[in-house]
């Protein structure tokens, strides 16, 4: 069985400081894997994923097959950056099923 | 184009009582889903669809029921609530999946208090 562990529920940085948020998957096969985000008052949506190896808001997530994680990283993070974000690897048992992290909550502090 | 919305916004029940949780999507996505969202616990899928007439169950089912009589729509059903089913609910849609998996479009959620 897949799982995917986000070990940070909470996360506090400053604002221009770099910030890091984890996410470990214990997976078969090659992952396509997403960082959703929720900012207060808004849906969940999809920040950015690692087929696309985009840019998304300054943050990137470079998957390493060798550490099974996918990182979501930005060297400067801004105070809209403060949200809540969910790593989601595919869930291999559905059709485009999504397993979601317990999620981490990043504050940026002003 | 409204996306997904999920109707009611807000609702609380009695132990009990039954009530229907009402997607809607208009970007003629095949895939619709059913979350729920707990403290601590992420999202968890309850049930989905790949299609019209098509339902699955999810991580956990339990207690609820779906039906997707139409392409757009998608209902989630509580038959007798439990205070255990005090949740937010998010439905998402997406379209068929691709070899890789698709993006998944959420709804604006539904807070569901079971007293």
């Known amino acids: 069985a897949q799982r995917v562990t986000q070990p940070e529920k909470l996360l506090s940085v400053f604002k221009g400081a770099p910030v890091e948020l984890k996410c470990n998957y214990s997976y078969s096969g090659s992952p396509e894997l997403f960082w959703y985000v929720q900012y207060s008052r808004q849906r969940l949506q999809l920040l950015l994923r690692?087929?696309s190896r985009e840019s998304i808001k300054g943050f990137t997530a470079d998957l390493n097959k060798g550490e099974t994680s996918f990182h979501l990283k930005k060297p400067f993070a801004q105070e809209e950056d403060s949200a809540m974000y969910y790593c989601?690897?595919?869930?291999?048992?559905?059709?485009?099923?999504?397993?979601f992290g317990t999620g981490t909550r990043l504050t940026v502090i002003p | 184009n409204a996306g997904v919305t999920q109707t009611p916004k807000f609702r609380v029940l009695k132990t009990g009582q039954s009530m229907t949780l009402l997607c809607a999507q208009d970007?003629?996505?095949?895939?619709m889903y059913w979350y729920r969202q707990d403290p601590g616990m992420g999202l968890r899928l309850i049930h989905y669809?790949?299609?019209?007439?098509?339902?699955a169950k999810g991580e956990v089912p339990d207690g609820y029921n779906v039906s997707r009589l139409k392409k757009q729509n998608f209902l989630l059903g509580l038959e007798s609530a439990a205070p255990s089913q005090t949740s937010v609910y998010f439905c998402?849609?997406?379209?068929?999946?691709?070899?890789?998996?698709?993006?998944?479009?959420f709804g604006p959620g539904t807070r569901l208090l079971v007293l």
């Open positions: 989601a690897p595919p869930d291999q048992t559905g059709a485009n099923n999504l397993f």
């Open positions: 998402a849609s997406s379209y068929s999946v691709g070899a890789l998996g698709e993006t998944q479009y």
């Open positions: 970007m003629n996505h095949e895939y």
């Open positions: 669809s790949v299609g019209e007439g098509t339902t």
């Open positions: 690692h087929i």
